[in-house]
């Protein structure tokens, strides 16, 4: 769906206030001491978004008819302001927060929830960033930027694959990781 400026960026002002608000929570329930087990659950966050962006990417956007059609739009209109309600993360990781506060414990659900939302808005900003920002190879985050950029070109002119926006690692490992010359004509 197409977004105005406002509701197509909402998320990336929306949960960095959020991942503040957990860390505020767990720093002033233990006496102002982030606790180790806090950031660990953080940092396991951070990387089980890596995962989850890549199979949402592959599996949901690329396999699953209504989404697939509705991504498909994205894929047409690259620069165009495309992407899901912010109702819809919010669900997702609200639900997220819930199961795993009644799994293990709300610590470890505050940490890992706010792993996965740094996750996520370093994903909207990077994919941001390849669609939208020029980027010349002048410093090294624009180098990174920039084969970000390339990686996910040839995702949208390529045959299926490099499903990972943020990093190529996953599709590497399951092998859909597309070489610099695997493009087709758009």
């Known amino acids: 769906m ?3 400026k406002i509701s197509y960026y909402a998320e990336l002002f929306l949960y960095p206030i959020v991942v503040a608000a957990l860390l505020l929570f767990d720093l002033a329930s233990n006496g102002v001491a982030l606790q180790p087990r ?27 008819a209504i989404l697939k059609q ?12 495309i992407g899901a309600p912010i109702w819809v ?7 997220f927060f ?6 293990a414990d709300l610590q470890t659900a505050s940490g890992t929830t706010s792993g996965l ?19 010349a190879e002048q410093s090294l985050l ?9 990686r996910h070109v040839r995702h949208h002119r390529g045959p299926p694959g ?25």
Request: proline residues 3%; neutral net charge; glycine residues 8%.
């Open 38 to 64: 806090w950031l660990l659950a953080a940092a396991g966050g951070a990387l089980l978004w890596t995962l989850a962006e890549y199979l949402v990417h592959r599996f949901l956007y690329h396999e699953v």
């Open 117 to 135: 939302l740094t996750g996520y808005v370093l994903y909207l900003l990077v994919h941001d960033a390849v669609h939208h920002w020029p980027l």
């Open 70 to 81: 509705l991504h498909g739009l994205h894929h047409a209109r690259p620069s165009d302001l």
């Open 142 to 150: 624009q180098s990174w930027l920039r084969s970000c950029r390339l």
């Open 89 to 95: 993360s919010v669900v997702i990781f609200l639900s």
């Open 98 to 103: 819930v199961l795993v506060a009644s799994l």
């Open 162 to 186: 490099n499903f990972g926006v943020v990093t190529g690692v996953w599709d590497h490992v399951f092998g859909t990781a597309l070489a610099p010359g695997q493009t087709r004509n758009a």
């Open 2 to 4: 197409n977004h105005s």
